[in-house]
């Protein structure tokens, strides 16, 4: 088997996509292993949940470092070299990076987004799914580029939005697909099938999961 990817995982609270990375990482056979959770707040929840699994926490924070993102990333990135990382996955990661930080991992740091991009970028996303009526939502793992929530799209899930449904009920059953299609989008990219051609990823491999999930209606 070819040596696993080494990954570091950024996170800002709870970190339940973190945790469900860890758990995919579990198995031996899974191509990347987490080297390292780091978080810019010291309170994060998922610091405590990354160091009952026995990994290596960090924190940077960033209200030390006033407007200085470029000193704020610096700081990451000697993290980073520090533990090896060869993979930067953000999990509910709550900082603006730098474009000299986000140029350095192009095509090797991803993004999970609670929602179907390129639609509802930002924040408030289950809120704003509701008021706009759709019938899908969902969740997509993306790479980074400097501009927010952007980026070529290596895997979506999909979930369909119920009449009776509440930003809660709805934010539930999006995070249960974030769970699942974060490990398979990482596994893509950690066994080098992902590409980007013309800011478009494309998965190599006829069989295997390819990077789309429909979750059907329950
Ligand atoms: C997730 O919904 C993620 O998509 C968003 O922030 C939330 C983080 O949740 N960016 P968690 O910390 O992974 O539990």
Redesign the pocket.
Known sequence: MMARKRVAVL????????AALIEAAKDKTYPAEIVLVAANRPDAG?LETAKAAGLATAVVDHTKYGKDRAAFDGALQALLEQHRAELVCL??FMRLLTADFVARWQERML????ALLPSFKGLDTHARALAAGVKLHG?TVHFVVPEMDSGPIIAQGAVAVHDDDDEAAL?KR??AV?HRIYPLALKLVAEGRVSVVDGRCRIAGADGPQGAMIVPAE
């Not at 996170?11 to 973190?18: A, D, H, L, T, V």
């Not at 993004?111 to 609670?114: C, D, K, T, V």
């Open positions: 996170i800002s609270g709870r970190g339940s996509n973190m998922g999990a509910g993004n999970i987004h609670p969740a934010s999006v995070l974030e």
